[in-house]
DNA sequence: TTCATGGTTCGACCGTAGCCGAAACATCGA
DNA sequence: TCGATGTTTCGGCTACGGTCGAACCATGAA
């Protein structure tokens, strides 16, 4: 017998990937709307909105209303203490991740995230464009110019891109993949182009799915590092 | 995107009732078998072995082999540091206990542990006899003259259980209604009663199914506190 | 060796809870 | 007032993972 409070619900709150993700881009004390989070989570806006309703229940979460915004952010210091202390150990006890990100195969490979390539692929991508020094790596990286005639190349008009006021590049924290993919401006428009070019589809859903011929291609332009 | 490592593996591991209940009942410590952590869990042996499997997995418990029998136990203090945030967090988020103990509302209302009662009908037992003095509520409670006579009017006899090598009295934090119960030899003898009385007869699994009139017998014999 | 006991593995079953699309609801801007 | 945008609710589907009994190993005792 014994038993440990609701410890047990308190952690398999914490427990579900996608409460895991809303918490986790919640630890910089920003406070998020629902939209966001949802990005943040990989998950549609609906079952966010769930999860999010879960864990303000759970008194995880502080509400801000806004016009019609919801803001969110953790209701307080010791929430975030134990997510970092959970962190601590699940880097302790090692490497062992059993199940991050989507668990769609699919999704892992290939997908959306806001409008740009974001999975496997999406961080392929960005590391050989870095690798081969088309792409300086930084919290704001840059087209070098022989990056910007590589993606000429390919049909993609970098001097177009910069000259509008999205950031041209982002990286982004892959959430499956736990390394950057390509956002920004630049993101977007590879991925545009990666379908104009009949490589990929869009499918129903963020799934992304690469034709054979395509992922040839894909492989062939953006070679994965050793 | 964004993601937090494998802080949600982790918080899923101990999000789980049984194996949050055998990681608390490993909080003082101590290194228990793998029966042992099973009666704690409140789970059959083969279920507590694939629990522990995972935990060991994890990292989060070491082994000890001895004879035939296997220790385990906490594997750091980092452990029961994430366990104890957990459980303060559980507390300050409140009273919302979401699923704790059995799911089998039967399991919930009576039911075995090792081999006395357990559940609802235990805590109350145990509770009535507190009150009305008949047991004097301790670590290892002991039974008034009162009590003695109170019993042995139920055809208990517990000079006799008093002789034996076991204790007589001990009480055992219930799994389900987070309040003591009775165990030791009087515990024991007194579920053989109940059972002898035909108040109570046990089913499959750790159930213990009260008939309507034994249900009625032990409400008047132990009636409960308000 | 044979028996008993502690533990693990296997297979099958079941329930919970996550997931999404569609539609409803709310709030603001025009 | 109407439409656009942000959020919640609903319904139905799916699948992961927990659960147990039975059978199977391993170790120690007789």
Known sequence: MKDGPSIAATAALI?????????????DGRALTVTELAHAAGTSIPTASGHIAKLSE??????????????????????????????????????RRMRTGPR??????????????????????????????????????????????FLAGLGVDVGGLARGRRPLCLRCLDWSERRHHLAGALGAAMLVRLVDLG??????????????????????????SP
Chains 1, 2 share one sequence.
């Open 15 to 27: 427990g579900d990937p996608a409460r895991a993700n809303i918490l986790v881009a919640l630890m």
């Open 58 to 95: 759970a008194g995880f979460l502080a509400t801000r209303r806004q016009g019609r915004h919801r803001y969110l952010s953790l209701s307080g210091p010791d929430v975030a203490d134990v997510i970092e202390r959970l962190m601590g150990l699940a880097g302790r006890t090692g490497a």
């Open 104 to 149: 769609d195969p699919a999704l892992r490979t290939a997908r959306l995230c806001y409008d740009h390539l974001a999975g496997a692929s999406g961080v392929q991508l960005y590391r050989s464009l870095v690798v081969r020094g088309f792409v300086a790596d930084a919290a704001h990286p840059s087209v070098t110019e022989d990056g910007a005639r």
């Open 199 to 224: 490589w990929a589809r869009r499918e129903d859903g963020r799934v992304i799915r690469f034709t054979p011929a395509g992922e040839t291609a894909f492989a062939r332009a953006f070679p994965p």
